[in-house]
């Protein structure tokens, strides 16, 4: 089992940037691919961005590609969202979620293990 606490959050003006970190448990962290996923108030969770096992595979949701990048140090156990150029839309409650599988998928249904979410706001 994974526990995850995601940090990082907070307030900014829209073109700020914020970078989230994500601090797992377990001692199998380095083989679990990873995500981030948002929810903005009375809106479906959303896929934002995942990570392989490895780092060496990521995915991007075109809202946030050439904006947001996601890395992970798997000796530190963390997963980062380093978020550029953001945007009022970009305001939303940001969940960390690991998945029991090296690969990564933009299906929140796929990932086993969920954070407790950290909230980004985002001024005009």
């Known amino acids: 089992q994974v526990q995850l606490v995601e940090s990082g959050g907070g307030l900014v003006q829209a073109g700020g940037s914020l970078r989230l970190s994500c601090a797992a448990s377990?001692?199998?962290?380095?083989?679990?691919?990873m995500g981030w996923f948002r929810q903005a108030p009375g809106k479906e969770r959303e896929f934002v961005a995942a990570?392989?096992?490895?780092?060496?595979?990521?995915n991007y949701a075109d809202s946030v590609k050439g904006r947001f990048t996601i890395s992970r140090d798997n000796a530190k156990k963390l997963v980062y969202l380093q978020m550029n150029n953001l945007k009022p839309e970009d305001t939303a409650v940001y969940y960390c979620?690991?998945?029991?599988?090296?690969?990564?998928?933009?299906?929140?249904?796929?990932?086993?293990?969920w954070g407790q979410g950290t909230q980004v706001t985002v001024s005009s």
């Open positions: 990570i392989s096992w490895n780092g060496g595979s990521t």
């Open positions: 979620a690991s998945r029991y599988s090296a690969f990564t998928s933009n299906h929140a249904q796929d990932y086993g293990n």
């Open positions: 377990g001692t199998t962290f380095s083989t679990y691919a």
